[in-house]
């Protein structure tokens, strides 16, 4: 009888270890985006669930914003980890909240498993065309020297305390050794409209929202900030060609709870790369000024590592906090 009933707990374990996986194949599985629809981050998770609905099925993208990305992201990591339900990790979920919000409802480093980076899109260093003409500065040296000859006379926005583009102003500053006023604004679009007007001399704005206005002679793209140029914007070098490591990227991927078996992580991986992979995804996000980055598990989570600790110093030295 002891045999037997060793046999069917036995029996019992192997079903469950095997089962995420038969869940994966047969039930859909649940994308959780931590931003409202129609944004890039959206747009991609939906370009990529349905290249992937021949080898995972159908996926379901489930919008949960809210809290900087917050809501969305504690939805991943207190799901079940069995593969049923995933989600978007991002720059400001992973790498900048756990130390802008005095309290997070998951911890970033432990609460999640890596599946794949999805993309890189660059930040721009941007000028009112106007404003940049006036001032008779053409590059990041220009735009330095005269802050070091006109020192407290320059400001910048951004789309709030926090935001990537108030972390990316206040690293170049301190990197440049110069000083600019911060006007964070309630959001990205009224800090580019405040640009676009003049109310503010520059921006650091991500380079999909900014390139029409790039295009149209608005904006004067000063430099990229990326380490090397971005195909996207030919012409325009990056932010560290003048001052050496400048490096503030927007990025996101693919996570699942911490706990969810190697193999479903591993299956989850091969799709979602095929998928980055195909000249299709590529068209499709160039449009978006997004680069595919697809990567193994262990790349992502290290990329992830990396971020936290540098924006840990850069969200510390700005002073923003969230209560």
């Known amino acids: ?5 060793f046999l069917l707990t036995a029996l019992a374990l192997v079903a469950a270890a095997a089962m995420p996986l038969a ?3 047969d039930k859909p599985i649940h994308l959780i985006v931590p931003y409202a629809a129609g944004g890039p981050l959206d747009i991609t998770a939906r370009v990529l669930a349905e290249h992937v609905k021949s080898s995972l099925g159908t996926i379901i993208i489930d919008n949960k914003p809210g809290a900087g990305g917050n ?3 504690n939805a991943v990591a207190k799901a079940a980890p069995d593969g049923l339900t995933i989600g978007i990790a991002a720059t400001a979920t992973h ?11 998951f911890n970033a480093a432990t609460d999640f498993a890596p599946i794949t980076q999805m993309v890189r899109v660059p930040n721009v260093l941007v000028m009112n065309a106007d404003t940049a003409t006036r001032l008779k500065i053409n590059s990041v040296k220009d735009l330095i020297a005269y802050a070091k000859a006109n020192p407290g006379k320059l400001n910048y926005g951004s789309g709030g305390n926090g935001s990537a583009g108030h972390l990316a102003g206040e690293l170049f500053k301190k990197d440049a050794g110069i000083f600019a006023v911060h006007i964070p604004y309630n959001g990205g679009n009224p800090a580019q409209l405040a640009l676009l007007s003049g109310q503010v001399d520059f921006n650091f704005d991500n380079l999909s929202t900014a390139a029409p206005n790039i295009k149209a002679g608005k904006l004067k793209a000063l430099a ?13 070098p990056p932010v560290a060609d003048t001052l050496k490591g400048f490096s503030v990227d927007t990025w996101w991927g693919l996570v699942a709870p911490a706990g969810t078996p190697k193999e479903v992580i591993a299956k989850l991986n091969a799709a979602f790369v095929a998928a980055l992979n195909a000249p299709e995804t590529k068209a499709r996000f160039a449009l ?9 598990p262990e790349a992502f989570g290290a990329l992830m590592t990396r971020e936290r600790t540098k924006y840990e110093g850069m969200v510390k030295a700005s002073g923003a906090k969230v209560d």
């Open 71 to 73: 809501i969305g992201a």
């Open 23 to 25: 869940q994966a194949q």
């Open 224 to 236: 990229v900030t990326t380490l090397t140029p971005s195909a996207a914007l030919p012409g325009v």
């Open 95 to 105: 790498a900048v909240n756990p130390w802008l919000y005095a309290k997070m409802p």
């Open 1 to 5: 009888m002891r045999t037997r009933s």
């Open 288 to 296: 978006l000024m997004a680069e595919p980055v697809p990567t193994t």
